[in-house]
């Protein structure tokens, strides 16, 4: 089983930044694509970045040249991904929520982010 708790979200003006974090415990040796998704009220979940254990990253389109996500398999216990946040627009806001896959497929709770125009 996998536990995923996530960090980093807030409030923040446009322009701004903010760096989320999402570190993954207990059986991790087989999650292989980490990533990172929103959702907007009233709006479908999104793909905002993944990034798999060879470090190949894929982002969604309202994202590129802003959001830049990056992982950490350093410690043994613990997976880390982050989410790097720049030039943050009204319209990300949003509950963030990780995501890792490999054989399991498991969500954190979310994390807020809202970005005050």
């Known amino acids: 089983q996998v536990q995923l708790v996530e960090s980093g979200g807030g409030l923040v003006q446009a322009g701004g930044s903010l760096r989320l974090s999402c570190a993954a415990s207990?059986?991790?040796?087989?999650?292989?694509?980490m990533g990172w998704y929103r959702q907007a009220p009233g709006k479908q979940r999104e793909l905002v970045a993944t990034?798999?254990?060879?470090?190949?990253?894929?982002?969604?389109d309202s994202v590129k040249g802003r959001f830049t996500i990056s992982r950490d398999n350093a410690k043994n216990s613990v997976f880390l991904v982050y989410l790097e946040m720049n030039s943050l627009k009204f319209e990300d806001t949003a509950v963030y929520y990780c995501?890792?896959?490999?054989?399991?497929?498991?969500w954190g709770q979310g994390t807020q982010v809202t970005v005050s125009s």
């Open positions: 990034i798999s254990s060879g470090g190949n990253t894929e982002y969604g």
């Open positions: 207990g059986s991790i040796f087989g999650i292989t694509v």
């Open positions: 995501r890792v896959r490999g054989g399991i497929n498991v």
